[in-house]
């Protein structure tokens, strides 16, 4: 079984910067952090493939970065610039690959990030 661990969240002024951390139990093909407000649907920010090729949502370009650490098993997210329609529960999202194992995808259990204004 996967295991995800997100970390780093919490209560952020406008502004200001945010590094979210996810630590998997074993190596991933690929991984993502994606997040969801209240009311709204999950959306993904930032994903890093195997190749270790950043690909970030337009809506948040140019103020996210996402970074991998394969010896660490981790990824990392990092918010510039809160803004308060970054409050959401950030997930991450862990792929195990085309040729590994079922499932396939893992969720992590979500960091809530609040930006105050």
């Known amino acids: 079984q996967v295991q995800l661990v997100e970390s780093g969240g919490g209560l952020v002024q406008e502004g200001g910067s945010l590094k979210l951390s996810c630590v998997a139990s074993e190596f991933m093909y690929g991984m993502a952090w994606y997040r969801q407000a209240p009311g709204k649907e999950r959306e993904l920010v930032a994903r890093?493939?195997?190749?270790?090729?950043?690909d970030i949502a337009d809506p948040v370009k140019g103020r996210f970065t996402i970074s991998r650490d394969r010896a660490k098993k981790t990824v990392y997210l990092y918010i510039h610039l809160v803004k308060p329609e970054d409050s959401a529960v950030y997930y991450c999202n862990a792929d195990r690959g085309p040729c590994g194992p079922e499932p396939r995808y893992h969720w992590g259990p979500g960091t809530q990030v609040t930006v105050s204004s």
């Open positions: 890093m493939s195997d190749n270790n090729v950043p």
